[in-house]
């Protein structure tokens, strides 16, 4: 007796419990198919299948289920504790399950599907659903070296490129594949090359770099899948590559200097940013081909920076492909900035606001005082884009309340948090330009001084609004 009965509510085959049921399931060995990439295997005459998985599994591409003979049964009945969830057609086409477009669960403790394989469709059909999504074959993926629109360096005529990595993925099985490339063989006789079974990976021949920026090769996979003829591109691209890093020397740098400064990225992209360490004598260095345009914002540590162009757009570079094309160089406007994030940018980055205390009797300050402000455990400085905030000071008797900040920006009020007051002061002779950490020297300073010194004689909070 079977375990299972036609149940016209859902139009198809429905499990129940029985002595029989129970009987069968015990005769077959149960699968355990985990989260490997294993195959669920049914057996012809014997269509109940009992699975369980040691966790909840949903099921995408896997496990795989082989092809039947058109209309033969196979009940999936899942006998552990944790459920399987069964993904629609767009999920698990490679798989060789034809679900319906509603995603599924087979249940814990005998949770279970009966499925009939149809020749038609190639795959196993949800017996109990009449709205089976149809199959359609691809390659589903397709990289060169793992990258499906790869860019490598632009090289002089008639340069070798490396053999490539090629990778694929189907949706279906494929039985036959070949790869092609619309030019740049060595020889007329390198492509196409034949990819060997299982049709998922091939390792190229060699073929000539583009000799110009912006030049293409377009590599073509066409593969037989499930009997269906298909193809998948992928472009390189070939461009220039950027550098940055350290070096002592002021003046433009050589081609070899360029390249040692270390390769950033082979692109068109101009806006970036890398870390390194100018340790004592050393600059920071940054470089790129000129075609792209010039930076006008820098910044140290999201700080708005000082740099400095070398060569104004002249200095010729030849890369490691003996490829020449003029660069642009910048420096840092000064050495031994230490371990530092450099960023050239779009738009200027933010400048740090600083209060401490200064020694009373002060009308005014100066760039390196302002500097000094935040260099001891009783004064702090923030780097944002606003004023507002708290700032922790400590201001004893012989100094007064500096706050200092761009003059593009305007304080609302100046709050002692703890006694919930505003503080009496007024802005007092600013250094114009002030210079920053980083030589930036482009924006004017406005600075207030508290009127009382000793206000916050065992460290206080402001509120800055």
């Not at 470089?287 to 010729?316: H, K, M, N, P």
């Not at 950490?437 to 909070?461: H, Q, V």
Request: hydrophobic share 40%.
């Amino acid at each position: 007796m079977s375990p299972y009965k036609y149940n016209p509510l859902i139009g198809g085959l429905d499990y129940y419990e029985s002595s029989v049921a129970t009987s069968i399931l015990s005769e077959r060995a149960t699968q355990n198919l985990g989260t490997a990439a294993v195959a669920i295997v049914v057996t012809d005459g014997s269509p109940i299948t009992p699975v369980t998985t040691s966790g909840a599994f949903t099921l995408t591409a896997v496990p795989t289920i082989a092809a039947g003979r058109d209309g033969q049964l196979a009940i999936l009945v899942n006998t552990g504790s944790s459920a399987f969830v069964l993904q629609d057609m767009g999920t698990l086409g490679g798989s060789g399950l034809r679900l319906g477009a509603t995603t599924r669960s087979l249940g814990s403790f005998t949770g279970s599907i009966a499925l009939i394989y149809d020749s038609t469709l190639g795959g196993w059909i949800e017996q109990s659903f009449l709205n089976v999504l149809t199959f359609v074959s691809s390659v589903s993926g397709f990289t060169i070296d793992g990258s499906s629109g790869p860019t490598r360096q632009v090289a002089a005529a008639s340069t070798p490129d490396a053999a490539p990595a090629f990778a694929m993925s189907y949706v279906g099985v494929p039985s036959a594949a070949t790869i092609d490339i619309s030019g740049g063989e060595i020889s007329g006789a390198d492509y196409p090359v034949t990819v060997t079974t299982p049709f998922t990976s091939k390792t190229g021949v060699a073929f000539n770099r583009g000799s110009s920026v912006g030049a293409t090769s377009v590599f073509t996979v066409t593969a037989t899948v499930s009997g269906s003829s298909r193809n998948r591109s992928v472009t390189v691209t070939y461009l220039n590559s950027r550098f940055g890093g350290i070096n002592t020397q002021a003046t433009a740098l050589s081609s070899a200097q360029t390249l040692a400064l270390g390769l950033l990225a082979t692109d068109n992209a101009v806006f970036a940013s890398f870390a390194a360490n100018a340790t004592a004598g050393n600059y920071f260095w940054y470089c790129y081909r000129s075609a792209l345009g010039q930076v006008s914002f820098w910044s140290i540590d999201g700080e708005r920076a000082e740099f400095t162009r070398i060569g104004t757009g002249t200095v010729s570079v030849t890369n490691s492909n003996g490829f020449v094309e003029t660069f642009e160089q910048y420096r840092s406007a000064a050495t031994g900035w230490g371990n530092r994030t450099v960023a050239a940018l779009s738009s200027a980055a933010n400048m740090r606001m600083y209060m401490g205390p200064r020694t009373v009797n002060s009308s005014s300050i100066t760039s390196a005082e302002i500097l000094a402000l935040d260099n001891t455990a009783n004064g702090t400085s923030k780097l944002q884009a606003g004023l507002a905030g708290d700032y922790n000071v400590t201001v004893d008797s012989s100094n007064y309340l500096w706050f200092c900040h761009p003059d593009t920006l305007t304080i609302g009020t100046i709050i002692d948090v703890e006694a919930l007051v505003g503080l009496a002061g007024s802005y007092r002779t600013p250094t114009s330009p002030f210079t920053n950490d980083w030589s930036y020297a482009g924006a004017g300073y406005k600075c207030w001084r508290s009127d009382n010194p000793g206000i916050f004689l065992t460290g206080g909070t402001v509120r800055v609004t």
